[in-house]
């Protein structure tokens, strides 16, 4: 098993240490989780459909521990498991000279993502690529304290707006691609996470995030075996 396919999973759900605990699914060679956020501003999913493993559920209660146990091996590893009673209680990685043990996590202490079984109507699409990213990025960056964006449209015209107030602000604007079903008003979502799933999924080539004037933007990924999906709520002014 390589551990670059391992580190692009764990990279698309951990979002630089944004989303630690989580439960990891496998069936049949699909390995897959759900995730929300502490604030429950953020959930979502992602799937690796090429991950030959034991099938199970496992615990990863601290995601960011995982990762730097995994950065001192190789990149050719194994994987398997220590069970205790019937019960699995670890992962062991290793390759040809290092093994590590990571303890797994009673399924009890992961946080329950809540099933999305009614959407709303998305009547805003804004199409993503590397110049969005980039641009959306260096705003992030010089406005670093501004913890959410919003996103409006008037007459066709897109902006995603960081920094936005009512009264006169530093902030920056970017000019989307985008089809809005009619004007939409300022709607606000977090920043922060907007960021980091744009750089964990720089590897898509396109990508789409569509947005509901009820409240919530989704953010889909697809590359290689793996897909990701993200929805953000809306956060209130």
Same mark, same amino acid.
């Given at each position: 098993?390589?551990?670059?396919?391992?580190?692009?999973?764990?990279?698309?759900?951990? *979002?630089?240490?944004? +989303? =630690?605990?989580?439960?990891?699914? @496998? $069936? /049949?060679? !699909?390995? &897959?989780?759900?995730?929300?956020?502490?604030?429950?501003?953020?959930?979502?999913?992602?799937?690796?459909?090429?991950?030959?493993?034991?099938?199970?559920?496992?615990?990863?209660?601290?995601?960011?521990?995982?990762?730097?146990?995994?950065?001192? *091996?190789?990149?050719? +590893? =194994?994987?398997?498991?220590?069970? @205790? $009673? /019937?019960? !699995?209680? &670890?992962?062991?990685?290793?390759?040809?000279?290092?093994?590590?043990?990571?303890?797994?996590?009673?399924?009890?202490?992961?946080?329950?993502?809540?099933?999305?079984?009614?959407?709303?109507?998305?009547?805003?699409?804004?199409?993503?690529?590397?110049?969005?990213?980039?641009?959306?990025?260096?705003?992030?960056?010089?406005?670093?304290?501004?913890?959410?964006?919003?996103?409006?449209?008037?007459?066709?015209?897109?902006?995603?707006?960081?920094?936005?107030?009512?009264?006169?602000?530093?902030?920056?604007?970017?000019?989307?691609?985008?089809?809005?079903?009619?004007?939409?008003?300022?709607?606000?979502?977090?920043?922060?996470?907007?960021?980091?799933?744009?750089?964990?999924?720089?590897?898509?080539?396109?990508?789409?995030?569509?947005?509901?004037?009820?409240?919530?933007?989704?953010?889909?990924?697809?590359?290689?075996?793996?897909?990701?999906?993200?929805?953000?709520?809306?956060?209130?002014?």
């Amino acid at each position: 098993m390589e551990k670059n396919s391992i580190n692009r999973f764990v990279q698309k759900y951990n *979002l630089a240490g944004l +989303i =630690e605990s989580v439960k990891w699914d @496998v $069936e /049949g060679t !699909t390995l &897959s989780t759900s995730f929300i956020s502490d604030d429950k501003s953020v959930l979502g999913t992602v799937t690796t459909k090429d991950f030959d493993f034991e099938k199970g559920s496992y615990g990863v209660y601290d995601t960011t521990k995982f990762t730097k146990m995994l950065s001192v *091996l190789e990149n050719d +590893i =194994e994987l398997s498991t220590t069970k @205790v $009673e /019937g019960k !699995t209680v &670890s992962l062991n990685i290793s390759d040809k000279g290092t093994s590590a043990n990571y303890m797994l996590a009673d399924l009890s202490v992961i946080p329950v993502v809540p099933d999305l079984k009614q959407l709303p109507n998305f009547n805003v699409d804004i199409s993503i690529d590397s110049s969005f990213i980039t641009r959306f990025n260096k705003a992030k960056g010089a406005l670093a304290d501004e913890k959410n964006f919003i996103f409006e449209c008037k007459g066709g015209n897109g902006k995603i707006i960081i920094g936005h107030s009512n009264i006169n602000t530093n902030r920056i604007s970017i000019d989307v691609d985008c089809k809005c079903d009619g004007d939409v008003d300022p709607i606000s979502f977090s920043a922060d996470f907007l960021k980091e799933i744009l750089n964990a999924n720089r590897d898509a080539k396109t990508a789409t995030l569509k947005i509901s004037t009820d409240g919530l933007a989704h953010l889909h990924f697809e590359v290689d075996s793996y897909t990701s999906d993200y929805y953000l709520v809306q956060i209130q002014a």
